[in-house]
Nanobody, 121 residues
Framework: QLQASGGGLVQAGGSLRLSCATS????????MGWFRQAPGKEREFVAR????????DYADSVKDRFTISRDNAKDAVHLQMNSVKAEDTAVYYC????????????????WGQGTLVTVSS
């Protein structure tokens, strides 16, 4: 199970920290990713992180503003969102991958229910 939380209303330029609590599988064996879907738009890749945090990868639109991290002791992955913009408004989903992740959603086999982030300008 993947349970995303931490969403809410934030002003442009502010910060928000999303968390994804997991259970029911061996978390350290999975790469993890964050995706988002804005109203009326396709789901898009945001960030991903390897098994032991050796590497991370970000969409150009969030690079240098967002930071993905994971805690293998607590089976959780986080997304620190700084300097948020109106275009960051979306439902954010965490997902897991055994195959190294990737920027395509098809590389992920299980998804959380999502948490809504609304940025006011």
């Amino acid at each position: 199970q993947l349970q995303a939380s931490g969403g809410g209303l934030v002003q442009a330029g502010g910060s928000l920290r999303l968390s994804c609590a997991t259970s029911g599988f061996t978390f350290r064996n999975y790469h993890m990713g964050w995706f988002r879907q804005a109203p009326g738009k396709e789901r898009e890749f945001v960030a991903r992180i390897s098994l032991s945090s050796t590497w991370t990868d970000y969409a150009d639109s969030v690079k240098d503003r967002f930071t993905i991290s994971r805690d293998n002791a607590k089976d959780a992955v986080h997304l620190q969102m700084n300097s948020v913009k109106a275009e960051d408004t979306a439902v954010y989903y965490c997902a897991r991958s055994r195959t190294g992740g990737g920027r395509s959603g098809s590389a992920y086999d299980y998804w959380g229910q999502g948490t809504l982030v609304t940025v006011s300008s």
